[in-house]
């Protein structure tokens, strides 16, 4: 399921950054630093990505050099026995520059390339001045012309599959189609059992008959256990293909629906909150007064309305 899953696009590139040094305005640094500088004064709330309302997350991250997880492992009494130096270095693996990772969850209705450009042109379109401002310190990105296609073919250059998507909108669990295992079973074990009558057939047969009936059997022994090697060919390949297929989307799921609903859990919150005493009341008149209420609550919230009262993108709603 990699990119694409769950009615979900999930965008992942790397693209590196320059060397040398820049003139930020301020002074004179390296890309990397005057871009960690512009990159930490994105707001917090109200993120220019907001603009766009296919986005579910994005993350801007800064990657110097890859991490050092230790020397690799040796065992010490063969080290010993061979006089290998423990102490000596190993090879170790650096990056030759800086990368920007890109991470983007959006909105998307399949993982073509398509798809992804035509989500690059109108995130350019809702936020090319900040995008131009970040990426001016990368690689061959040039601002002064630079517009939505070109924008969606510079990080095509430097995305990378993603292998491992996250989708934390399923309440129940997905309808995935199964792999017919039950019939591939029967159909391996026909073709393995006749493979082992074949190969039993074959040296009894050639016992007590002529030369063409030995390499009748032979052939079917031969036929045999090449259907059994094909069959366990296409399940494999068949198998992985089930694999790769995306999850359906989740319902409801798309930027709109989540922020209408978390407006409508945070305001029937406050309604219950509000209403304690309406709800505990026994009598007719406290459940008339309950009943206008939540009324009046579904009049102005318009909880089927996804252009209605709703939560803002980019915002932390309390």
């Known amino acids: 399921m990699p990119t694409f899953d769950g009615g979900h696009y999930f965008l992942t590139a790397l693209v590196p950054i320059r060397t040398g040094t820049v003139d930020d305005g301020h002074a004179v640094t390296s890309p ?43 065992n010490t009494l063969v080290s010993a026995l061979l006089s290998t130096v423990l102490t000596k270095s190993q090879p170790q693996d650096h990056l030759r520059c800086p990368f920007l990772l890109l991470a983007v969850d959006f909105d998307a209705k399949d993982g073509s390339d398509q798809e992804r450009d035509s989500y690059l042109v109108e995130l350019w379109d809702t936020m090319g001045k900040e995008l131009g401002d970040i990426f001016e310190f990368c690689e061959d990105f040039d601002t002064r012309d630079m517009d939505g296609r070109k924008f969606a073919a510079y990080v095509a250059r430097c995305q990378l ?60 022994s031969v036929l045999a256990v090449g259907a059994l090697t094909a069959l366990i060919v296409v399940a494999f390949f068949s198998i992985t293909a089930f694999g790769r297929r995306p999850f359906p989307t989740a319902p409801d799921s798309n930027l709109p629906t989540v922020l209408k609903a978390l407006h409508l859990q945070r305001a029937f919150t406050r309604f219950v909150i509000e209403h304690q005493m309406e709800a505990a009341g026994a009598d007719a008149a406290s459940a008339q007064k309950l009943y206008d209420a939540f009324k009046a609550f579904v009049a102005a919230n318009k909880p089927d309305d996804l252009a209605g009262p709703t939560q803002a993108p980019g915002v932390i709603g309390i």
């Open 161 to 220: 599959e993603t292998t491992m998507s996250f989708n934390d909108y399923y309440v129940d669990p997905p309808n995935l189609v199964s792999w017919p295992y039950k019939k591939a079973t029967i159909v391996v074990a026909v073709a393995l059992l006749l493979s082992l009558a074949a190969a039993l057939v074959f040296p009894i047969v050639g016992l007590f008959t002529p030369a063409a009936w030995v390499r009748t059997a032979f052939w079917l």
């Open 32 to 74: 990397v630093h005057a871009l960690r500088k512009r990159l930490s004064m994105l707001p917090a709330t109200q993120t220019p990505f907001a603009c766009n309302t296919r986005n579910h997350f994005a993350r801007f991250v800064i990657i110097d050099d890859v991490a050092y997880n230790g020397r690799v492992g040796r």
